[in-house]
């Protein structure tokens, strides 16, 4: 089974702070995402990572940076969170030749920045 | 700029009819299309998938269906059990920045006894 672990469940972090989110995965896949799940807006996705050291902007990057020194560690930074951050944070990978296009989802991490 | 919408916010059917969920797509590049599962304070689970090149796909009680004249897709649901009440998340990838998958806003589903 894939395993995509999410190093913090619930954190809660003062506006202005520097948080850091880790996602580790087991499979050896090369392709690494962060998204946020917001009410009525689903998921949307932040950055993402076609192998190691490579990184794409995805839809809202603004306000978050990552890190991809290692093939199955992939970070989510917020340099300076802000209380429009509150959310929850999904890591995902997949294998690049994968079946189809699935992805595969950590248990997420429930920020709030207060 | 929403590529996939999902319409239904909510959706609220008894236990043992079908429940249909319905996805809608702007991109018609888009080749291959998901669903996820979500229960709260969990990551979304894959359900079921479909290729263009298909209209059909079906495993076990859920079948997709694909319209791609009409760029909508929809997720049958038979029987409905209340293990089934979760948000269903449609997804699409394909062309431009194929290694995206691009998700709709979500439909809670509520299976009532």
């Known amino acids: 089974d894939v395993k995509v672990t999410q190093s913090s469940r619930y954190l809660v972090k003062r506006t202005g702070e520097k948080v850091f989110l880790e996602c580790v995965q087991d499979?050896?896949?090369?392709?690494m995402f962060w998204y946020r799940q917001d009410p009525g807006l689903g998921l949307r996705l932040i950055y993402f990572?076609?192998?190691?050291?490579?990184?794409e902007k995805g839809d809202i990057p603004e306000g978050y940076s990552v890190s991809r020194e290692k093939k199955e560690r992939f970070s989510l930074i917020l340099e300076s969170a802000s209380t429009n951050q509150t959310s929850m944070y999904l890591c995902?990978?997949?294998?690049?030749?994968?079946?189809?296009?699935?992805?595969?989802f950590g248990e997420g991490s429930w920020l709030t920045v207060v | 700029d929403q590529q996939v919408k999902q319409n239904s916010p909510s959706l609220s059917v008894q236990e043992g009819r079908i429940s249909i969920l319905n996805c809608d797509y702007t991109?018609?590049?888009?080749?291959?299309f998901l669903w996820y599962k979500k229960y709260p304070a969990e990551g979304p689970t894959f359900l079921i998938s479909?290729?263009?090149?298909?209209d059909k796909n079906e495993d076990g009680r859920f079948t997709v269906f694909l319209n791609k004249s009409a760029k909508h897709l929809s997720l049958h649901i038979v029987p409905s059990q209340p293990g089934d009440s979760a948000v269903y998340f449609c997804?699409?990838?394909?062309?431009?920045?194929?290694?995206?998958?691009?998700f709709g806003q979500g439909t809670r589903l509520t299976i009532n006894p």
């Open positions: 995902a990978s997949r294998p690049y030749s994968g079946a189809g296009n699935t992805i595969y």
């Open positions: 499979m050896d896949h090369e392709n």
């Open positions: 990572s076609y192998d190691v050291k490579m990184k």
């Open positions: 991109n018609s590049m888009f080749d291959y």
């Open positions: 479909i290729s263009s090149i298909k």
């Open positions: 997804a699409a990838s394909g062309g431009e920045g194929a290694q995206k998958l691009v």
